[in-house]
């Protein structure tokens, strides 16, 4: 009795839950390990794959790491989805650092590798288009820009772009720290979500200009 053909439905299935699970060891390889020591060789031989059988799947290492690019910064702007909607920009400013926080913690691998792990630069032959939506410094460089336009700031902020490397790099520290020190025995960590919460308010009370009297 011969076997049976599998369905198309069950083939396509299969493809991409091993998609997903070379998705998945690359990601935790790049971050681990760095870029350049990541090959495709590598990652096939971590899930007991050959590297042929990765090649099915990616073209190369660069459009491996693409892909993850572009899953990982859509997961990132699905936290930011609503935040968008609100209409004063301080606020909105306030409610992207506590989403920046919160992914961070909720998503280490991810966030590690979309903003901890060094990639070289694109290939001439490879243009990287990322929807404007999933663009997340576009988002925060935007916001500054409408609280700066709005004479939400003090005057000495008129660069939409200082601003916003200002508020991100704030945010990013408190995140750094906590996937890499928490486990650190010899600090009395804090919760990092208030302690974001806290630093976020510290920052804009900073950066905002004072209601005139």
């Known amino acids: 009795m011969t076997k049976s053909v599998p369905s198309f439905e069950r083939r396509q299935r299969e493809r991409v839950q091993t998609r997903q699970k070379i998705l998945d060891a690359a990601r935790r390889m790049f971050v681990q390990r760095g870029y350049e020591a990541t090959t495709m060789r590598a990652i ?22 693409a892909e993850l690019s572009t899953l990982d910064f859509r997961a990132f702007a699905q936290a930011l989805q609503d935040i968008g909607a609100v209409a004063d920009p301080v606020e909105r400013l306030r409610r992207t650092g506590r989403a920046y926080v919160a992914f961070g913690v909720a998503n280490p691998m991810h966030y590690q590798f979309l903003f901890m792990t060094r990639r070289p630069k694109e290939s001439p032959n490879r243009t990287a288009q990322r929807d404007p939506g999933e663009d997340a410094y576009g988002f ?18 008129t660069d939409a772009d200082e601003v916003a490397q200002i ?18 025995p010899w600090i009395p960590w804090r ?10 308010d510290a920052l804009l009370r900073g950066l905002v200009r004072e209601p005139e009297t």
Do not use: S
């Not at 990013?172 to 486990?183: N, Q, R, S």
């Not at 919760?191 to 976020?200: H, Y």
């Open 191 to 200: 919760n990092v979500t208030e302690t974001a919460a806290r630093a976020c």
């Open 140 to 157: 925060l460089r935007q916001t500054c820009a409408d609280a700066i336009a709005a004479g939400r700031l003090r005057p000495e902020f």
């Open 44 to 65: 096939a031989a971590k899930i007991g794959y050959t590297p042929t059988a990765i090649y099915h799947h990616f073209e190369d290492k660069e459009a491996l790491v």
């Open 167 to 184: 508020a991100w790099g704030a945010m990013h520290g408190l995140v750094a720290l906590h996937i890499a020190k928490v486990d650190d």
